[in-house]
């Protein structure tokens, strides 16, 4: 199963397009601290998806998370900083709900096509960004993952994030992607 999931995230394709620009900026959700504060890689993944933002990459951000691992809601969190970095609070759409990162991109494409809009990058950590590609691939639109550089995130907090991203994308193969679905 772990080698079935380690060639699976060797082999995700990091793109379903050749798009240079976006309808929309995703940015997957991470818990912020237990006082509602940005974590480091929080702060990574945001950071990350205001530059391409600035760049010119999609007019939109959509943020997404719920409390999923306390009481603050991680799309909260992210706005709050892309919003101090400098990005218009009109243009950040919160998503509120997910608990996951299967639900992270249901709902993030409910948005997207609620607004008549196809394609997004899709911003994360370097070691969540092929399992996240995996489900992103089952649903309609297009889509680019684009990797926060870990300006903030120390190293050790990586490598750990990576053995822990090779076990879910092993329970995502073998059960989640079966058992949850981007239904009603």
């Known amino acids: 199963m772990l080698l079935w999931a380690v060639a699976a995230r060797t082999l995700a394709p990091l793109s379903n397009t050749g798009r240079q620009s976006f309808d929309a900026i995703v940015i997957l959700g991470t ?12 702060l990574d993944r945001v950071t990350e998806g205001v530059h391409e933002y600035e760049r010119g990459v999609a007019p939109r951000i959509i943020v997404t998370g719920a409390a999923a691992h306390n009481q603050f ?11 101090a970095q400098g990005v218009p609070a009109s243009v950040i759409l919160e998503e509120t709900r997910a608990l996951d990162t299967i639900q992270n991109a249901c709902y993030s494409t409910r948005i997207l096509e609620a607004h008549g809009w196809r394609s997004a990058e899709v911003v994360s950590s370097a070691s969540h960004l ?3 590609a995996l489900i992103f691939s089952r649903l309609p639109i297009e889509w680019r993952m ?3 550089p870990r ?9 750990a ?8 994308t092993a329970r995502y193969l073998a059960w989640s992607r079966w058992m949850e679905s981007c239904g009603p």
């Open 151 to 159: 300006n903030l995130t120390p190293g050790y907090y990586s490598r």
């Open 31 to 42: 818990p912020g601290d237990s006082d509602g504060n940005p974590t480091p890689e929080l």
């Open 73 to 83: 809601v991680e799309a909260d969190v992210m706005a709050r900083v892309a919003v």
């Open 161 to 168: 994030a990576t053995v822990v991203e090779t076990l879910k």
């Open 146 to 148: 684009h990797a926060a």
């Open 130 to 132: 092929p399992r996240a």
